[in-house]
């Protein structure tokens, strides 16, 4: 598969465009993978202490990831190790999308069937327009969004306390169960799942690989991680004051980049051309959208893509040899009815199965040989 176009650590990477505009595109894009709707979910049935557990690792994920990678040339290698789950990712996070307009609409905005399928699919049809566009066009696209999805939220919290329009309160899912005991479970899966899961994500080996790693790639993490938390900040507050039509056009603007820069992706990993990839993905999410609710989609973020990297790349971090195939398809098809009880059906303390098993299959296997970390570094098979 292709490798990333990445420009070398020159000149440019220390401008005022590189230095905004990289994680700008990042909060921008990152925030839609499913982290900025799943607190009005946690607000809901867990409370405060929920939202914290959901908001801290997720910005020391995105931090950290700036700063696990060593170079460029690591990321390229984790990116030719992992080119399956890498494009895997994009493709979920594409599909999740298409689920996501339609049901977003029908659940807070009382559309119907028909309209929330034709935003869905008219949104997934105009996100092939950026897959074109440089890294420069790219970085400047996503300062618009970002500052738009700001003035959009802020203006949802001017709407709220004059009361000058109608507000459509959150759905309420059930009756927050705050209990201690339980924000301590919801917390296990969280910190695995959001410190791993950006490292499959193409977009974020692109702006790594862009700047050149190292310390400019720790810089710009570290800013995104802060961006991040002034989004996420803002989507715990409509999860209290409720919704409006700018809320809706916030929706519309950052699934709409999201989804653009993750067909860039594929196109540039797998070859899929944007008209072929909206029209895979829409039917890989349509089927998604009747039967799937919005939690069903934490299985992927939270279970399966952490538990690939962790048992593979993270096993070879650590000095020992990366699990097999057969070994990190058992662990996920034993935790996946733990993760599923304990997170969609309430039986919280079966989240720390998953947890267990995998820090059990991280201690597991043999160590590297001197052989075996030489071909792991340089990008080859485990």
Request: net charge positive; glycine share 10%.
């Amino acid at each position: 598969m292709a490798g990333l176009t990445a420009s070398s650590p020159n000149t440019s990477a220390s401008t005022t465009a590189v230095w905004l505009g990289w994680p700008l595109l990042l909060a921008s894009g990152w925030t839609w993978c499913i982290g900025m709707y799943l607190p009005v979910v946690l607000l809901q049935r867990y409370g405060w202490p929920a939202a914290v557990c959901f908001t801290i690792p997720n910005v020391v994920g995105v931090i950290l990831f700036g700063r696990f990678m060593r170079s460029a040339s690591e990321s390229r290698a984790l990116v030719r190790r992992h080119p399956m789950t890498c494009v895997a990712f994009s493709i979920v996070t594409i599909a999740f999308h298409v689920f996501f307009l339609i049901w977003v609409w029908q659940a807070h905005f009382g559309l119907g069937w028909t309209n929330a399928l034709a935003i869905g699919v008219v949104v997934t049809i105009l996100a092939h327009l950026v897959v074109p566009a440089s890294n420069r066009v790219m970085r400047a696209l996503g300062m618009a969004a970002y500052g738009l999805s700001i003035a959009l939220l802020v203006g949802t919290l001017v709407i709220r306390l004059t009361g000058t329009t109608q507000v459509i309160p959150p759905a309420t899912l059930e009756q927050a169960r705050a209990t201690p005991i339980a924000n301590v479970f919801v917390l296990l899966p969280m910190v695995f799942g959001f410190l791993l899961c950006p490292h499959a994500d193409l977009t974020f080996h692109r702006a790594y690989q862009a700047v050149g790693g190292g310390q400019n790639g720790r810089r710009v993490f570290t800013m995104f991680g802060l961006f991040f938390a002034v989004m996420i900040g803002f989507t715990v507050t409509y999860a209290l004051t409720g919704f409006t039509w700018l809320i809706a056009v916030h929706f519309i603007v950052q699934s709409w980049f999201t989804m653009g820069l993750h067909l860039r992706e594929l196109q540039t990993h797998a070859g899929i051309k944007p008209r072929a990839a909206w029209l895979l993905l829409i039917w890989v999410g349509l089927p998604a959208t009747l039967f799937a609710n919005y939690t069903d989609w934490y299985v992927f973020y939270g279970l399966a893509f952490p538990m690939i990297l962790g048992l593979s790349s993270g096993r070879r971090r650590i000095g020992r040899n990366a699990a097999d195939t057969v070994t990190i398809a058992a662990v996920i098809l034993i935790s996946l009815p733990c993760d599923w009880f304990g997170f969609m059906g309430g039986s919280e303390w079966l989240l720390a199965v998953p947890v267990g098993l995998f820090v059990i299959g991280m201690l597991g296997g043999r160590r590297q040989t001197r052989e075996t970390a030489a071909v792991g570094e340089d990008g080859g098979r485990p």
